[in-house]
């Protein structure tokens, strides 16, 4: 896995273990992944889970309409599709977008729905 100082821009290996960039000696949490390929394949699979969800929130919609349902549950789930939608754009635009890639952060591994960390 390579990492990438977010001052800098230098490229190493992995982030140094004490979090000091070798070539401006600048401290930083923050150290970026720069992996392309993964980050690209995380992102499709978001973009798989987010129609899965909005589909499901479809049928769901359908289903209480055509059965005339007035329970609130069927709505409230429906409301799933908002973020759903949202993150379905982001990540679409993240991948069309590969010569700005600069790296990416731990927290674009985890889709939206688990702890809304992914948005």
């Known amino acids: 896995m390579k990492a990438r100082c977010p001052e800098c821009g230098y490229v190493t290996n992995s982030p140094p273990p004490t979090h000091k960039c070798p070539q401006c000696d600048n401290f930083s949490h923050d150290w970026l992944i720069y992996d392309w ?14 129609l899965v969800i909005i589909g499901i929130v479809l049928i769901s919609l359908v289903t209480t309409i055509s059965l005339g349902l007035t329970s609130v549950f ?8 908002i973020p759903a939608t949202i993150s379905l754009f982001y990540c679409r635009k993240r991948l069309a977008k590969k010569s ?3 790296g990416h952060k731990g927290t674009a591994m985890f889709p939206w729905f688990s702890g809304f960390g992914g948005l």
């Open 74 to 81: 069927p709505w409230m789930i429906a409301l799933f599709i």
């Open 37 to 50: 390929d993964s980050f690209a394949s995380i992102q499709r699979q978001h973009i798989r889970y987010n």
């Open 100 to 102: 700005a890639y600069k």
